[in-house]
């Protein structure tokens, strides 16, 4: 019994908690209605105010565009009324005009008949006129016209020959100030060592002992080493010296360092010649890589081609009549880089262009062609810019020069090679030279002698006063310097002085 009791409690027990549980459901699904009806009907209020907010809005907008648009129409219309007004007027002044040309045209015919009878007058007179100075002069009219064009032509010749001199002189004057101004402020900025560094040729040794060494037993070393450099090594009684003998100073200077790593180490035969120089020409191509990093560096230069990086190292073994051809070309990287900051150009490309400018001068191969067009084909084919090509091709006058940094690069060259004690030059071709100026000027008549000074820098001729008068002197020192600059090449500039001086002698007794 009490076990029935007890599941009837718990069944009725279950019955209250399942009846509690659902009136508190229904109570909470109530509020969760009630509030989600609140939330929907505050949605909606603000939807239809932002519905509001933006019916406004766009009405303002729609107000501002209908008024813009009266607006323009307006002065569309105040624009068409007015040229309505413009056009009428034309119109007045045109048939106001119209009937004035018509009156006017009768008096402008009676006018023109008065004219012509007029002309056909002064041309009775004028034929009149002439008939009888051709019957005075004995000269025809054409002889006369003739003899009047010749003598204003020489009369204008001298005139226009002496205001060019005027013009020449002036224009001359200043562009020289200027550039002399600018030269000057660059190589002032510019310290350059004006010893020339030549490459060695002369291998020093401490003994002649040595000598036996490098030779070999029967010559079979020297042959190695000749046979492994491609140098001609020259042993004879020049005490404590041997020459090497080489038209390619890198060749030579791989020669130098093998012989000394040879000598200082001692062992001296083939194999380890063969040896020795491979390893050199191994050290020497990365330290020509080196120097060409180390100067592009120094410079301020970047995005250099790793080849031609390569050939700026291999200047430093190149020389140019004397002149380190590295040197060289860092000398004309700076005196590129300060013209162009006073001219007002780009800097670095002239930098780049100046120190590649004799690029061409130290290819791998040795084709026939002028170094200027060389260098300028291997700047091309290594991606160089079109302004630095045609500097380097232009530099010598080889190709047209198409940009403002191209006669810069020649005009640095110039100053770097001509500077004293920068290069060495041929006695024969200087007094060729110099020569060859001389006779250039005795070609003309009238020249009795001709004479080059200040080192070719200055031509001295003298005319004779009886062929020469003062105009024509001035004109035939104009023509000497036209085919100097034409015909010649010349380091720098050639003054011309012509002299012409009349004497007159007499001796009283």
Known sequence: MNVIFGVIGAVIGAIVAFVIQAVLMKKKTDKVLNDAEKEGERIKKDKVFQAKERFLKLKEEHEVKIKDRERKLQSTEDRVKNKEASLSKQIENATRSEKQSVQS?????????AYKKKE????????????????????????????????LKDEARTSAMAHINEITEEAKLNANREARKIVVQTIQRVATEQAVENSVSVFNIESDEVKGRIIGREGRNI??????????????????????????????????????????????????????????????????????????????IHGLHAELVRMIGRMKYRS?????????????????????AELGLNVKLAKRAGLLHDIGKVPDEEP??????????????????????????????EVEMTTLVSPIVQVCDAISGARPGARREVVESYIKRLKDLENLALGYDGVSTAYAIQAGRELRVLVESEKISDVRADELSFEISQRIQTEMTYPGQVKVTLIREKRAVNYAK
């Open 105 to 113: 045209q009768a008096s402008l015919d009676g006018k023109i008949d």
């Open 120 to 151: 056909a007058e002064l041309d009775q007179q004028h034929q009149k006129i002439v008939g009888e100075l051709s019957k005075i002069s004995g000269m025809s009219s054409e002889d006369a016209k003739t003899s009047l064009m010749d003598s």
């Open 320 to 340: 140019s009549y004397g002149q380190n051809l590295l040197q060289h070309s860092r000398e004309v990287a700076n005196l590129c880089a300060i013209m162009a």
């Open 223 to 300: 042959r190695a080493l000749e046979a492994a450099t491609g140098v001609e090594i020259i042993v004879d009684d020049t005490p404590e010296a041997i020459i090497l003998s080489c038209f390619d100073p890198i060749r030579r200077e791989i020669a130098r360092l093998a012989l000394h790593q040879l000598v200082s180490d001692g062992r001296i035969h083939p194999a380890r010649i063969e040896e020795v120089v491979s390893k050199t020409k191994k050290q020497l191509n990365e330290e020509i890589a080196e120097t060409g990093r180390r100067t592009c560096i120094d410079l301020g």
């Open 368 to 397: 026939e062609l002028p170094h200027a067009i060389l260098g300028m084909k291997m700047a091309e084919k290594y991606g160089e810019k079109p302004d630095v090509c045609n500097a380097i091709g232009a530099h010598h006058d």
